[in-house]
């Protein structure tokens, strides 16, 4: 079994362009792929002025559509959650 890889085909197949930053209307810098999930499901994220604020959002979302498979969800949701954490702690 070859265990070798061509690390340019890996490096071509990545997607840099969707951990790039975007601002929404008020500012609010989310990632194009957290923006891309949160379309998916419809969150208006637009007019949020903070991470809590979309981080309420989703929680929203997740409270009325707990029967869904919403593992992309949960993962933009903790990438939010934690960048919150570290813009807003005491230094």
Same mark, same amino acid.
């Given at each position: 079994?070859d265990? &070798?890889?061509?690390i340019?085909?890996l #490096?071509?197949? %990545?997607?840099?362009? &969707?951990f790039?930053?975007?601002?929404n209307q008020?500012? %609010?810098?989310?990632?194009?792929y957290?923006?891309a999930?949160?379309k998916?499901?419809?969150i208006n994220? =637009?007019?949020c002025?903070? %991470?809590g604020?979309v981080?309420? %959002?989703?929680?929203?979302f997740f409270? =009325?559509?707990?029967?869904l498979d919403?593992?992309?969800l949960?993962s #933009?949701?903790l990438?939010? &959650? =934690?960048?919150n954490?570290?813009q807003? #702690?005491?230094?």
């Amino acid at each position: 079994m070859d265990n &070798s890889y061509n690390i340019d085909e890996l #490096v071509n197949q %990545l997607d840099f362009s &969707s951990f790039q930053f975007s601002s929404n209307q008020e500012g %609010l810098m989310l990632t194009n792929y957290e923006i891309a999930i949160l379309k998916r499901y419809c969150i208006n994220y =637009e007019y949020c002025s903070s %991470l809590g604020e979309v981080l309420s %959002l989703i929680e929203q979302f997740f409270y =009325e559509n707990c029967d869904l498979d919403l593992d992309d969800l949960d993962s #933009v949701s903790l990438s939010i &959650s =934690e960048r919150n954490y570290y813009q807003n #702690v005491n230094r």
